[in-house]
């Protein structure tokens, strides 16, 4: 049971080229997460969706995209790569929210560097 | 506007000498307060979850409790194998973004 796979595990961009980060799980969870997590600080939330077809922003979507067009999937588009997006990037999932908040799986994250 | 403040911000313990780390927040409508657990290079590990004042988990040599303003996790005779990254987040009712801390760093030396 392979849960939240992540790739590429590192990579370095230019400034203004472009890349998806992809992101799988196999444990058919309908919510997923995209998360950035910057030295010293805590974890903020990109974008996010409770299903194929729904995604919506969380705290700091500027500069990113995202899409889920299956259940397994939700891949992250970083358009015109700036130094401000160098961080490591974490996928989560979980089965649901309801009425008392599901924990969230994560993956073991991108290294992207933005020189 | 949600707050997690987790202290203290690093701990250096001997193996065996028990202690307690903070995690004090301010939500409106508590979800969930959740406990993790990350090694570096890696993703954030799954812990517990805390629902409400007065609930308590364990696992192993660690104990997390839950009051209205914050949570301890709590580690009992902790062995080298415990050093990590501590980090606390919760889950206010209407959201769906874990607000996370900034995490406490735990050393354990043999």
């Known amino acids: 049971n392979a849960g939240v796979t992540q790739t590429p595990k590192f990579r370095i961009l230019k400034i203004g080229q472009s890349m998806t980060l992809q992101c799988t799980q196999d444990m058919n969870h309908n919510y997923m997460y995209w998360y950035r997590q910057d030295p010293g600080m805590g974890l903020k939330l990109i974008y996010y969706s409770v299903g194929a077809g729904i995604t919506d922003k969380g705290e700091v979507p500027n500069g990113y995209n995202v899409s889920r067009s299956t259940t397994e999937d939700f891949p992250l588009r970083l358009e015109l790569a700036a130094p401000s997006q160098t961080s490591v990037y974490f996928c989560a999932s979980s089965l649901g929210q309801g009425s008392l908040g599901q924990p969230q799986h994560f993956g073991d994250g991108t290294r992207l560097s933005i020189l | 506007e949600d707050q997690v403040t987790q202290s203290p911000e690093a701990l250096r313990l001997q193996e065996g000498e028990s202690s307690s780390l903070n995690c004090s927040y301010t939500v409106s409508g508590l979800r969930g307060l959740f406990w993790y657990r990350q090694d570096p290079g890696k993703g954030p590990e799954f812990l517990f979850t805390?629902?409400?004042a007065g609930e308590e988990k364990e696992k192993e040599r660690l104990k997390a409790t839950l009051t209205k303003k914050e949570s301890f996790l709590h580690i009992t005779a902790p062995k080298p194998e415990d050093s990590a990254t501590y980090l606390c987040a919760v889950l206010r009712d209407s959201g769906y973004a874990l607000n996370f801390g900034k995490g406490t760093s735990l050393l354990v030396t043999p």
């Open positions: 805390l629902y409400s």
